[in-house]
T-cell receptor, first 113, second 113 residues
Framework: GQNIDQPTEMTATEGAIVQINCTYQTSGFNGLFWYQQHAGEAPTFLSYNVLDGLEEKGRFSSFLSRSKGYSYLLLKELQMKDSASYLCAVRDSSSGGSYIPTFGRGTSLIVHP | NAGVTQTPKFRVLKTGQSMTLLCAQDMNHEYMYWYRQDPGMGLRLIHYSVGEGTTAKGEVPDGYNVSRLKKQNFLLGLESAAPSQTSVYFC????????????FGEGSRLTVL
């Protein structure tokens, strides 16, 4: 199984940059996802990393280091609408080869003016 | 595009009653999942299916049953509802084990009195 850790809550200022970390312990790693979830809504896909390095997508970037079991989501030029929960999910072979994603508990990001 | 559709969106049950949540996807995805989300607990996997006619247990399967008689549908049943099953339930689907992100339905809020 996996052990996925992310901070419970973070706060940041509009226009700033924030980094949300995710650490994991797993076997047969097969990719890491980041999802955004606004209150009362479904999670929506942000990024997917399977190789080491940085993936950039507009204001959002995601980084992965497989050797360290570490990822981060970087949000630039923060906007009020970025206030949401950010979910880290790891896919590995612990489900007998079915590669089912397991989610961390999520990080609640509060952006204030 | 409908994507992933869950019914019903809201339901209130009395302890001991039974009900079924229906999930339907129109993306021809092989994999389907049922998660529950509770405050501070993140998304926890109840059951999943890797193809029509197959199901498997996730992290928290007790008190739930599932069926995948058709590729596009994944049903979650509660035979005898308990207050501990009060939660928000999310269905998701994905292409397969190594590819593609999860697409989520809008969620079903279930309250058991």
């Amino acid at each position: 199984g996996q052990n996925i850790d992310q901070p419970t809550e973070m706060t940041a200022t509009e226009g700033a940059i924030v980094q949300i970390n995710c650490t994991y312990q797993t076997s047969g790693f097969n990719g890491l996802f980041w999802y955004q979830q606004h209150a009362g809504e479904a999670p929506t896909f942000l990024s997917y990393n399977v190789l080491d390095g940085l993936e950039e997508k507009g204001r959002f970037s995601s980084f992965l280091s497989r050797s360290k079991g570490y990822s981060y989501l970087l949000l630039k030029e923060l906007q009020m609408k970025d206030s949401a929960s950010y979910l880290c999910a790891v896919r590995d072979s612990s489900s007998g080869g079915s590669y089912i994603p397991t989610f961390g508990r999520g990080t609640s990001l509060i952006v204030h003016p | 595009n409908a994507g992933v559709t869950q019914t019903p969106k809201f339901r209130v049950l009395k302890t001991g009653q039974s009900m079924t949540l229906l999930c339907a996807q129109d993306m021809n995805h092989e994999y389907m999942y049922w998660y529950r989300q509770d405050p501070g607990m993140g998304l926890r996997l109840i059951h999943y299916s890797v193809g029509e006619g197959t199901t498997a247990k996730g992290e928290v399967p007790d008190g739930y049953n599932v069926s995948r008689l058709k590729k596009q549908n994944f049903l979650l049943g509660l035979e005898s509802a308990a207050p501990s099953q009060t939660s928000v339930y999310f269905c998701a689907s994905s292409q397969g084990p190594h590819t593609g992100e999860l697409f989520f339905g809008e969620g079903s809020r279930l309250t058991v009195l």
